[in-house]
């Protein structure tokens, strides 16, 4: 009687022993294992080798079977007939999702422009240096309209301050009714002697002198000459300024520039700037 209580305690440590040596057995390891634990207990004596094979198989199947039975049932896509509460919250990135929203986005974004506050000044800068160039060569040319619109049109003193030489002498001529004017050498033009007034602007400006004679007299129309002379020369100074090969190709003007009048030129400065 004695030694059965003593076979079964020993077996019960054995079978203890044996759940706990194979209670994480979940590799190709177990069998290694298995093998160490009969060569552990058939060692004892007292044990049947047949026991302990037939305890190790059933602690064996048990952890193994334990390990395979705790495998989750679930797919992706399915769905579990048990209510699982997460331990805790959990924010996870789709980043296929996230990429596909992201593309949408970029194709139907309006685009979006911001101001080059650096580059705004300097364009405004380089605007200032360029009127106040402007207006030296205006300066220089004069004013203009140089007499009032009353006495000549500003069409007919804008092109009496171009013209050339020889045809506002043609002009000024035919202002004191002298039809034909021979060009002087100084001039080379020898081709030019007899030339009536056939050009529009001419006649236009021709007449203009002769409307203001008629109402002033002689002396009158001498003295307005005279003041479309140096309009001329100043004119031809600052054109000559102008178009100087010395000048920066970067300050470079358009000659137009002094043939604006002087309101039109107020005009587009306080537009510019």
């Known amino acids: 009687m004695n030694s059965l209580r003593s076979w079964l305690q020993q ?27 009969r060569k552990r207990f058939s060692r004892k004596k007292g044990i049947p080798e047949s026991v302990v094979l037939a305890v190790a198989a059933i602690a064996l199947t048990s952890a193994l ?32 999702a996230t990429e596909e929203k992201r593309r949408t986005a970029r194709t139907i974004a309006a685009p979006v422009f911001m101001i080059d506050t650096s580059s705004t000044e300097q364009i405004k800068q ?14 220089q040319a004069g004013a203009f309209p140089f007499v009032s619109t009353d006495l000549l049109s500003e069409s007919t003193q804008r092109y ?36 009536q007034l056939s050009d529009p602007a001419q006649r236009k400006a021709a007449d203009e002198l002769k409307r203001y004679r008629n109402q002033m007299s002689s002396d009158g129309l001498s003295g307005l000459t005279t003041q479309i002379a140096i309009a001329r020369q100043k004119y031809l100074s600052a054109l000559g300024t102008i178009q100087s090969p010395t000048l920066e190709a970067t300050t470079a003007f358009d000659p137009t520039v002094v043939d604006l009048s002087d309101k039109a030129w107020q005009k587009m400065q306080s537009e510019v700037t």
Do not use: M
Not at 78 to 84: A, E, L, M, P, Q
């Open 160 to 195: 009496l301050r171009k013209a050339e030489e020889w045809e506002w002498r043609l002009i000024v001529n035919a202002a004191q009714e002298q039809s034909t004017i021979a060009a002087p050498q100084a001039f080379n033009s020898p081709e030019r002697l007899g030339v």
């Open 11 to 37: 077996f019960h440590q054995a079978c203890t022993d044996c759940g706990q040596y194979l209670h994480q057995v979940t590799s190709t390891r177990s069998l290694h294992r298995v093998q160490l634990f």
């Open 65 to 96: 079977g334990q390990a395979f039975y705790n495998q989750p049932q679930l797919s992706v896509g399915k769905i579990t007939s048990d209510t699982i509460h997460a331990p805790a919250d959990a924010k996870v990135i789709d980043l296929e």
């Open 126 to 139: 380089s605007v200032q240096a360029l009127l106040a160039k402007g207006a030296a060569f205006r300066q």
